[in-house]
Nanobody, 115 residues
Framework: QVRLVESGGGLAQPGESLSLSCTFS????????VGWYRQPAGKQRERVATISFGGGGSYDESVAGRFTISLDYHKNTFDLQMNGLKPEDTALYLCGVWGPRGDYWGQGIQVTVSS
């Protein structure tokens, strides 16, 4: 069964950093795009950052300059380093792998930014 498992997250104060990691149970192919979305409570899911083979990260303007996405093909993992966290970053964060084989999503992991 194809699975994506997120780890990391939790509670942080404004200005602090957190890191998220996502592990894919299959090989990540060069034709795949991987990345992170988030869904604040009561709101729609929104794109945070994506990355694909040979390319740099693409970021929503709300996180550009603060978040960094990275991909390790050998380990089939990709991470989201979140610096300078703000209360508005509070959300359920979901990782995904999208490509010719299909679209796969993790269950999500909570990130809460509060003083």
């Amino acid at each position: 069964q194809v699975r994506l498992v997120e780890s990391g997250g939790g509670l942080a104060q404004p200005g602090e950093s957190l890191s998220l990691s996502c592990t894919f149970s299959e090989d990540i192919h060069s034709s795949d795009t991987v990345g992170w979305y988030r869904q604040p409570a009561g709101k729609q899911r929104e794109r945070v950052a994506t990355i694909s083979f040979g390319g740099g990260g693409s970021y929503d303007e709300s996180v550009a300059g603060r978040f960094t996405i990275s991909l390790d093909y050998h380990k089939n993992t990709f991470d989201l380093q979140m610096n300078g966290l703000k209360p508005e970053d509070t959300a359920l964060y979901l990782c995904g792998v999208w490509g010719p084989r299909g679209d796969y999503w993790g269950q999500g992991i909570q990130v809460t930014v509060s003083s």
